[in-house]
Each structure stands twice: as structure tokens, then as C-alpha cells.
């Protein structure tokens, strides 16, 4: 069964730094994989997403994810965290594109110190 | 597009109470789910749904929970009773067949006294 790990519960960065969270699913063919984005008291927004090609996307807020097959890892990377970057980011895959169903991780809390 | 809207933002309830959480997805959007959040559990798929059919409801807890979708722009999820337990936030999110992710709703807060 496809499944997904964020290692790290709980991530503190200063403003300006850079920022990687680590996403590691399990899955043996192609994963589809997402990045959300969950503010305090809202719903998840979708940040970026892989279905193929280029291993590097890039998605909004200044975001961007690589996709390495070898190392089944799909990290969520920004040079420069803004103050508003804090909240809760969610990898999540897929078995296609046209997933029905999309397993999520626990969720990395990040928080940004000014 | 408004997005999907959930109501209400926030339910508290007494226990044994019944509890109806609505969800309208996003125009043209045909496929329906829902998932509950807890600190404890993350996010888990309750129920989700294709042209208004149930396809996977494996999620949910327990008999008491139920949810329909009569048509491609409503959907409800009903706990009766409802227990302490299930105090959660509950998302309903949209998805349309070109598969590029999920929109979620705001969710609803559900406290149960």
C-alpha cells in the first residue's frame, strides 16, 4: 500500500533563511505527489504537484519540489521563508493522476521566527 | 469560482446530539470528498464520491456516520449520535476529472460536549 512520511513533526526557521521539508512516500510505480498548504484555521491549498517530466516543479508562493525516484523523496524547498510561511505543509501521493483517492502525511509545522 | 463551501464554519453540539456538516463543491467538479482532521490522526478520506455515487466510504468510523450526495452540488455528512469523540475538523473537497489536485473547503469545527 502507497504511503507517505514526513519526518519531521515540527520545523523553526528565521525569516530570510532557506527552507527544506522532507517528504518520503512508498510506492512501486510512478507516485503522483502533491504539496499542500494549511494556515491556521483554514483549508488545505495545493502549493505544487508531480505527475512527470521535469523532476523540479515549481508552484506558487515561491516554492518548489524535486522528485528523486532513487531516494523515494518529494522535498518541498523555498531559498528565503517569508513570515507568512508559517503553517502546516502536507505531502500527499497519488496512484495516477486521475487519483481517486490521495494519502496525505502527517504534516510539518513550520514556524518563522522574524 | 467561490471555491468549495462548507457550512457550518463552527458546530458545537451535546453528545447523543444529531450533526449535519454541508458541503457544495466547485461547479463541475465530479468527484466529492471528505476527510476529517485530529491532532491524533491527521487527515483521514471518510467517504468520497463520483457523479454523485459513493464509491469508497471505508473510512468511515462507524454506522453513525452517513453522507449523501443527492446532487452534483450538495453533499452532507450526518453523525447520529454524535460522540465526544468525534470532535474534529471536517474538510470536503472537490476534485474535477482532469485529476490536478484537490480544493478544499474551509472545513467545519465540530466540538461535541
Known amino acids: 500500500a502507497q504511503s507517505v512520511t514526513q519526518p519531521d513533526i515540527h520545523i523553526t526557521v528565521s525569516e530570510g533563511a532557506s527552507l527544506e521539508l522532507r517528504c518520503n512516500y512508498s510506492?512501486?510505480?510512478?507516485?503522483?505527489l502533491f504539496w499542500y498548504v494549511q494556515s491556521p484555521g483554514q483549508g488545505l491549498q495545493l502549493l505544487l504537484k508531480?505527475?512527470?517530466?521535469?523532476?523540479l516543479v515549481q508552484g506558487i508562493k515561491g516554492f518548489e519540489a524535486e522528485f528523486k525516484r532513487s531516494q523515494s523523496s518529494f522535498n518541498l524547498r523555498k531559498p528565503s521563508v517569508h513570515w507568512s510561511d508559517a503553517a502546516e505543509y502536507f505531502c500527499?501521493?497519488?496512484?495516477?493522476?486521475?487519483?481517486?483517492?490521495?494519502?496525505f502525511g502527517t504534516g510539518t509545522r513550520l514556524q518563522v521566527f522574524p | 469560482d467561490a471555491g468549495v463551501i462548507q457550512s457550518p464554519r463552527h458546530e458545537v453540539t451535546e453528545m447523543g446530539q444529531e450533526v449535519t456538516l454541508r458541503c457544495k463543491p466547485i461547479?463541475?467538479?465530479?468527484?466529492l470528498f471528505w476527510y476529517r482532521q485530529t491532532m491524533m490522526r491527521g487527515l483521514e478520506l471518510l467517504i468520497y464520491?463520483?457523479?454523485?455515487?459513493?464509491?469508497?466510504d471505508s473510512g468511515m468510523p462507524e454506522d453513525r456516520f452517513s453522507a449523501k450526495m443527492p446532487n452534483a452540488s450538495f453533499s452532507t455528512l450526518k453523525i447520529q449520535p454524535s460522540e465526544p469523540r468525534d470532535s474534529a475538523v471536517y474538510f470536503c473537497?472537490?476534485?474535477?476529472?482532469?485529476?490536478?489536485?484537490?480544493?478544499f473547503g474551509s472545513g467545519t469545527r465540530l466540538t461535541v460536549v
Open positions: 464520491f463520483n457523479n454523485n455515487v459513493p464509491i469508497d
Open positions: 500527499a501521493v497519488g496512484e495516477t493522476y486521475n487519483t481517486d483517492k490521495l494519502i
Open positions: 473537497a472537490s476534485r474535477g476529472s482532469g485529476g490536478y489536485g484537490y480544493t
Open positions: 510506492y512501486g510505480a510512478t507516485p503522483y
Open positions: 461547479s463541475g467538479h465530479d468527484y
Open positions: 508531480y505527475f512527470s517530466g521535469d523532476t
